[in-house]
C-alpha cells in the first residue's frame, strides 16, 4: 500500500477534466427530467393519468423502471432517468480504473511508477479511491439537484446513495476484469457487458414478476424506491457486493504478474490475412468490435422507441403538456415522435463517429502509428482508413436504429413497410452526422492535444440543443450553430436536398483542412 496517497494526488492531477464532464452529465439529466416532471406532472391528476398510460405499457416499463416509482412526482423523476444516470455513473467508474490499472500496464508506465517505492497493491486502492470519490460526488450533485428542484429532501438523498451505490458495484467489477485480461479493450468490453445484462435483468424483472430485477445492480438502486418508500436497506447489496470484488482483485492481483492477466492471450496467426494487407484493412479490424456493439445498441434502441410508436397518441391526449416537448407540438404527433426519436440516434451515431476517429489520435500518442508509417502508407491513407470506419459505421449505426425501429413499429400496425420508411428517415440524418465527425478530423489535424476535447463538445452541444433548446429557452442562433437544425425533421418536414447537399460540402472542407493540418505538423505531438 506504500505510496497510495501520493498516486492518488497523481490521479487526480491527471483527471482533473474527464470526470467533471461525466458529473455535469449525470446532474444535467437529472436537474432537467425534475424540472421538467414537476411542469407537467406538477398535479395529483395529472400524475394519476400518467400511471393509468404508462402501467399497461411494457416497452416503457422495460425501458425506465418500477410502476411504484410512480407513486409521487419524485418517483417518476427517478422513473424515467435513474437507469440512464446509473449508465453514466457505470461508464465513468470503468474508464476511471481501467485507466489508471489496466492501461497503465499496457502502456509499460506501471513499472516505472513500481520501480519508485510504491506497494504491488497502491495503483489498484489508489485508482479505487478515486473512483469511489467520483462515486460519492455523483451522489452528491445529483441530490443537490433533486433536492434543489423541490423534491423532498430525504428522497433525494436516497436518490444520490442509490447512485452511488452503482458506481461502487461497476468500480468492483472493474478492478477484478482487470487482474484476468491482459488487454483494456477485453476488460472494458466484459464491463461493458455486465452493465448491459444488468440492464436487461433489471428491464425484464420490471415487466414481470420483479425477481430478475434482484439479479441487476440498476435493479438493486431502483428498488430502494426514492419518494415512494424510501427503502435504504438495497443498499446493503451494492456495498457488499463491492466489498466482495474489492477482496477478490487484491487476491487476484497477487497471483499474477505486472502487465499479464490471469488469462493469457490468444496467439495469433503465424501470418497476416490477405485483408490486413492495406491501412483501410487494418481499420477495420482494430474497430469492428466497438462499430459491432454499437450497431446493437442503436438497434436495440430503435426496437425500444418502435414498440411503442402505436401508442404515442394516445399518450399525448392523456398527457397534451408533453406536447411541448415535441419538434411541431402536438399537430402531428407521431411525426414529431419519430423525427424526436431519429434526431436522438443521430446524436448517438455522432458520439461512435467522434470516438472511432479519435482512436487516430490514440494510436498516435500509443506510438503504434509510427510502424505504420514508416511503410511506405502515407499519412492521408493512414487517416482515411480510420475516417472510413467512422463515416461507414455512422451511417451503419443510424440504419440499424431505422430498421429496428421499423420492425418494432411495424409489427405493432402491422405494416412491414414501415422498415424501409423509417430506415430512411434516419438516414436523412447522416450528413449532420458526418459534419460532426469531420469536425473532429479538422481538430486532429490541427489541435490534436484538445482534440477529444473540442469533438466532444459539439457532440454535447448538439445533444443539448436538440433535446434541452426550449427547456431552456435558448436563442435561436444557438439553437442553429447545430447541424441538426439545418437537417430537415424528416417526417415532421419535407426532405429537401439544398440543406443536406451544404451540410455535405462542409464537413467535406473540413475533412480536407484536417488532411492538411495532419501533413503539416509531427506525428505524437
Do not use: K
Not at 416532471?37 to 400511471?51: A, I
Not at 438497434?299 to 399518450?315: H, K, P, R, V
Amino acid at each position: 500500500m506504500t505510496g497510495t496517497l501520493l498516486l492518488l494526488r497523481f490521479m487526480l492531477r491527471r483527471d482533473r477534466i474527464g470526470p467533471p464532464i461525466w458529473l455535469v452529465a449525470a446532474t444535467l439529466l437529472v436537474l432537467v427530467q425534475s424540472t421538467q416532471s414537476q411542469n407537467l406532472y406538477g398535479t395529483p391528476e395529472s400524475l394519476e393519468q400518467l400511471r393509468q398510460t404508462i402501467g399497461g405499457n411494457t416497452a416503457v416499463i422495460a425501458m425506465s423502471g418500477p410502476t411504484r416509482l410512480l407513486g409521487s412526482i419524485g418517483g417518476e423523476v427517478v422513473f424515467e432517468i435513474f437507469a440512464f444516470a446509473a449508465i453514466v455513473v457505470a461508464l465513468m467508474t470503468m474508464f476511471l480504473v481501467g485507466r489508471h490499472t489496466r492501461v497503465e500496464e499496457e502502456t509499460g508506465r506501471a513499472e516505472l511508477v513500481r520501480s519508485a517505492r510504491v506497494g504491488r497493491q497502491a495503483p489498484l486502492m489508489a485508482a479505487l479511491v478515486l473512483a469511489g470519490l467520483a462515486d460519492l460526488m455523483a451522489g452528491a450533485l445529483v441530490f443537490a439537484a433533486a433536492a434543489g428542484t423541490g423534491l423532498p429532501v430525504g428522497g433525494s438523498l436516497l436518490f444520490g446513495a442509490a447512485i452511488t451505490g452503482v458506481g461502487f458495484t461497476f468500480a468492483g467489477f472493474t478492478a477484478v476484469a482487470v487482474q484476468i485480461f491482459e488487454s483494456s479493450r477485453a476488460a472494458y468490453g466484459v464491463v461493458g457487458a455486465l452493465l448491459g445484462a444488468g440492464y436487461a435483468l433489471r428491464a425484464a424483472g420490471d415487466v414481470g414478476s420483479g425477481a430478475l430485477s434482484w439479479l441487476s445492480p440498476i435493479g438493486w438502486g431502483q428498488r430502494t424506491f426514492p419518494f415512494t418508500g424510501d427503502r435504504w436497506w438495497p443498499l446493503l447489496l451494492p456495498l457488499s457486493f463491492a466489498a466482495l470484488l474489492l477482496t477478490a482483485a487484491v487476491v487476484l492481483l497477487g497471483r499474477r504478474d505486472v502487465g499479464a492477466g490471469l488469462v493469457p492471450p490468444r496467439l495469433g496467426r503465424a501470418t497476416a490475412a490477405g485483408s490486413l494487407r492495406s491501412a483501410y484493412a487494418l481499420s477495420w479490424r482494430l474497430q469492428r468490435g466497438a462499430l459491432a456493439g454499437w450497431a446493437v445498441a442503436l438497434g436495440l434502441l430503435g426496437l425500444a422507441y418502435g414498440s411503442i410508436g402505436n401508442t404515442i397518441e394516445q399518450y399525448i391526449r392523456d398527457n397534451p403538456a408533453v406536447a411541448e416537448l415535441l419538434p411541431g407540438g402536438a399537430g402531428d404527433v407521431l411525426n414529431a415522435y419519430l423525427a424526436l426519436t431519429a434526431g436522438m440516434a443521430a446524436v448517438l451515431a455522432s458520439a461512435y463517429g467522434v470516438s472511432s476517429t479519435l482512436r487516430v489520435r490514440a494510436e498516435e500518442t500509443s506510438g503504434r502509428a509510427e510502424p505504420i508509417l514508416a511503410t511506405p502508407t502515407s499519412r492521408h491513407t493512414w487517416l482515411a482508413g480510420h475516417l472510413s470506419v467512422a463515416l461507414t459505421g455512422s451511417a451503419l449505426a443510424l440504419l440499424t436504429f431505422g430498421v429496428g425501429e421499423g420492425i418494432a413499429y411495424g409489427l405493432t400496425v402491422a405494416d412491414p413497410g414501415q422498415v424501409p420508411r423509417l430506415a430512411a428517415i434516419a438516414l436523412a440524418y447522416l450528413p449532420a452526422v458526418w459534419l460532426i465527425i469531420a469536425l473532429a478530423v479538422l481538430a486532429v489535424g490541427w489541435t490534436p492535444r484538445p482534440s477529444a476535447i473540442v469533438a466532444w463538445a459539439a457532440v454535447a452541444y448538439c445533444a443539448v440543443v436538440m433535446l434541452f433548446a426550449d427547456s431552456f429557452n435558448l436563442p435561436s442562433w444557438v439553437q442553429r450553430a447545430s447541424p441538426f437544425a439545418h437537417t430537415p425533421q424528416v417526417p415532421l418536414e419535407d426532405l429537401t436536398a439544398a440543406p443536406l447537399v451544404v451540410i455535405g460540402l462542409v464537413a467535406a472542407a473540413f475533412v480536407a483542412a484536417g488532411l492538411a493540418g495532419l501533413r503539416r505538423r509531427d506525428i505524437g505531438y
